[in-house]
């Protein structure tokens, strides 16, 4: 089976500063890990992805994360936060070999405030 | 969302009444999946698909059926619905090995 945790139900920063949201997982396998962002009242955008390759990975809006499979982590960060970073952020996992339906495991979600 | 579609946006309807929400896409991905967003759960599987005619069940799919007769079309009905299936509903698409693309979203209601 496959799991993600987040286990910060919140996030708050200050504008300006570095943001870290985390994410920790468990696969049988190797994993493809995702993260993305819901804003209110919207569905789900996609912001990066790790499958194989270097463990620091860029997306949209100035967003990384980095894959420490150790750790079995995909923390995701931003160097310098904005206001308009404000959202529901989730983690998500799939299992390479096992999951036939192609199916991914969601975090519960980490809400990000960040104020002026 | 690009390439994937829900209707409807908005619904209320009463305790014991069905319901069918539906997911149009014109990627021609053949994954769907249908999930329920509720504060404190996350987003949960409640079915998917992996073809015409070919679905399965997800984490909550007691009270809840899909149907899919084609390529486009992923249909979820809730037979009798209840005030816990009050809820907003996602519908994603996805290719092997891909991550997802969601639709917007439906604001289910059950009163």
């Known amino acids: 089976a496959q799991s993600v945790a987040q286990p910060e139900d919140q996030v708050n920063v200050a504008e300006g500063n570095p943001l870290t949201v985390k994410c920790t997982y468990s696969?049988?396998?190797?994993?493809?890990l995702f993260w993305y962002v819901q804003y209110p009242n919207r569905g789900l955008q996609f912001l990066l992805k790790?499958?194989?390759?270097?463990?620091l990975v860029k997306g949209s809006y100035g967003f990384e994360a980095e894959f420490n499979k150790s750790q079995t982590s995909f923390h995701l960060k931003k160097p310098s936060a904005l206001v308009s970073d404000s959202a529901l952020y989730f983690c998500?996992?799939?299992?390479?070999?096992?999951?036939?339906?192609?199916?991914?495991?969601f975090g519960g979600g980490t809400r990000l405030m960040v104020k002026p | 969302d690009a390439g994937i579609t829900q209707s409807p946006r908005h619904k209320v309807t009463e305790t014991g009444t069905p319901v069918t929400l539906r997911c149009h896409q014109t990627?021609?991905?053949?994954?769907m999946y249908w999930y329920r967003q509720d504060p404190g759960h996350g987003l949960r599987l409640i079915h998917y698909?992996?073809?015409?005619?070919?679905?399965d069940k997800g984490e909550v799919s007691d009270g809840y059926s899909v149907s899919r007769s084609k390529t486009e079309d992923f249909l979820l009905t809730l037979e009798s619905a209840t005030s816990s299936q009050t809820s907003v509903y996602f519908c994603?698409?996805?290719?092997?090995?891909?991550?997802?693309?969601f639709g917007s979203g439906t604001r289910l209601t059950v009163v």
């Open positions: 696969v049988s396998g190797n994993p493809y």
């Open positions: 998500a996992v799939r299992d390479w070999g096992l999951n036939a339906g192609n199916m991914l495991t």
């Open positions: 990627e021609n991905h053949r994954y």
């Open positions: 790790y499958i194989t390759g270097d463990n």
């Open positions: 698909s992996y073809g015409v005619k070919d679905t």
């Open positions: 994603a698409i996805s290719e092997s090995g891909g991550g997802y693309t």
